[in-house]
C-alpha cells in the first residue's frame, strides 16, 4: 500500500461548512481522511471496527458529519497517521 500521502483523495463536500475534515479515499478494508490541518489519518477493520468505518464511509460520501463522528465515537481510534 502506498504512503497515506500518496492515495488520491477525494475531496470532502463539507456541507455544514464548519468541518476539519479536506479530504477522504475510500479503501477495501478502511477509510483514509485528511483533516485541513494536514494530518492524515488511516481508519480500518481493526481501528477503530467494521462498524465505525462503514459509518464514517457513509458520512465522507454524503459531504456531511464526518468530523463530527470521529470527534465523537472515534477519537485516537486510528491505525496509522501521517503529519
Same mark, same amino acid.
Given at each position: 500500500?502506498?504512503? #497515506? ?10 456541507? %455544514?461548512? %464548519? ?6 479515499? #475510500?479503501?477495501?478494508?478502511?477509510? /483514509? ?19 465505525? /468505518?462503514?459509518?464514517?464511509? %457513509? ?6 458529519? #464526518?468530523g463530527a463522528?470521529? =470527534?465523537?465515537? /472515534? =477519537?485516537?481510534?486510528?491505525? %496509522?497517521?501521517?503529519?
Open positions: 500500500m502506498p504512503a #497515506l500521502h500518496e492515495l488520491r483523495m477525494t475531496p470532502y463536500r463539507n456541507r %455544514s461548512g %464548519s468541518s476539519g475534515v479536506a479530504a477522504y479515499a #475510500l479503501l477495501d478494508d478502511g477509510i /483514509v481522511v485528511r483533516f485541513s490541518d494536514g494530518a492524515i489519518y488511516r481508519y480500518g477493520h481493526t481501528h477503530p471496527g467494521r462498524h465505525h /468505518v462503514g459509518k464514517m464511509k %457513509s458520512l465522507a460520501m454524503a459531504g456531511q458529519g #464526518l463522528y470521529i =470527534r465523537r465515537y /472515534v =477519537r485516537d481510534k486510528y491505525e %496509522s497517521r501521517e503529519h
